[in-house]
Every structure is written in C-alpha cells, then in structure tokens.
C-alpha cells in the first residue's frame, strides 16, 4: 500500500514537468521582406495590380536543390517573408515606378511566374525572379504591350538570408527593367500623360 504523501507528489511532480516543458519553444521564425521601399518619386504610377500562383501566395520561403532533387519545391522551416511575395512586390514596384507620370485610364498587371532561391550545389546559390508584366493601354483599339523578364541574382551565402539579399537585388533589376520599358511602350499605349 502507498502511502498518502507519496500520492500527493504525482500531481505536483506533472505539474513540474509540464512547467519544464511549456518552456521549450520552437525558435522563432525570422521575417524578411525585399528591403527598404524606395523613396517615391514625384509623379503618377500606372495603376498596378501584381498576381502569383497559388504557391506562392504564402509567406513560405520556397528553395530547390538542383543537384540533388531538382523537381521538389522546398520550404525554409525558420525563415519566412513578411507578407506572401505578391504584395511585397506590389509595394516594391509601386515606388519605383512612381515617377513615370501615366493615364489613370492605363494598368499595369504583373504576374509573378517564380520566386525560388536555386541551388546548383550545397554552397552555391541564386535567387530566381520571373514575371509577366501587362500594360493595358488608354486608347481603346492599341493592343496591350506585354514583357516577359527572367532574372537570376547571385545568393551571397547559402542560406535563407542569402537567398533574400538576392531577392533584393533582383527586385531593383526588375523595376530598373520595367521602368525603361514603360517609357518605351507609354508613348504608342496612349498611357503617358
């Protein structure tokens, strides 16, 4: 037969345990976005709107390792954006574009194709940015201009971290790209003012 003291400690010694492991928490998972947004400049933007398939419309950091299983998409456990990668883009894109002075009448859609940091082998990556991006002009019988752009930036380290001051760097490139081809197309879209 136990004795009474003894039974009384069961239920204090779970309650102990229980404390102990309440306090072991997963790490916390680090948020990234694509960087300070950049100062506006004066003028109007295309009106934007910016898409993405369904995977990528989480906050999950999406890497591949080529060399090992190049047709599996993984996910970063630790590591996240701050928002799903569309609106991040949007407001990216939004500021560099602000300067162009366009119609109100005309809309700028950008879908985002991909967003992956790729691994050619353990210790080296790169961060590949793709979108389509759709001016649909102010005049009624010009047809909408449309650009393809596919680029890959270097991942400084191999990692999470790496991967995102890639997607940095590739965000600028892409807005530096879409800038120069907006002032191209405005004029014959009707969309420059």
Not at 61 to 70: D, G, S, T, V, W
């Amino acid at each position: 037969m136990r004795h009474p003291a003894s039974l009384a400690a069961v239920p204090i010694l779970a309650m102990l345990l229980a404390g102990c492991a309440g306090g072991l928490r997963p790490a916390a998972q680090a948020e990234y976005d694509f960087g300070p947004l950049p100062s506006a400049a004066s003028g109007t933007a295309p009106r934007l709107g910016v898409s993405a398939p369904s995977w990528l419309t989480s906050t999950a950091m999406h890497y591949r390792l080529f060399y090992a299983e190049p047709t599996q998409r993984r996910q970063y456990a630790e590591s996240r954006w701050a928002a799903p990668p569309s609106e991040l883009l949007a407001h990216q894109l939004g500021r560099r574009l602000a300067g162009a002075d366009f119609s109100p009448r005309c809309r700028l859609t950008v879908e985002l194709i991909e967003l992956e940091q790729v691994f050619e082998r353990a210790d080296a990556s790169h961060l590949r940015l793709a979108v389509r991006a759709t001016l649909a002009p102010a005049v009624a019988n010009a047809q909408p201009a449309q650009i393809d752009i596919d680029l890959a930036e270097v991942a400084p380290t191999s990692d999470a971290r790496g991967g995102v001051v890639a997607a940095g760097h590739a965000v600028e490139r892409l807005g530096e790209r879409l800038a120069a081809w907006l002032k191209e197309t405005a004029l014959a879209s009707g969309c420059k003012r």
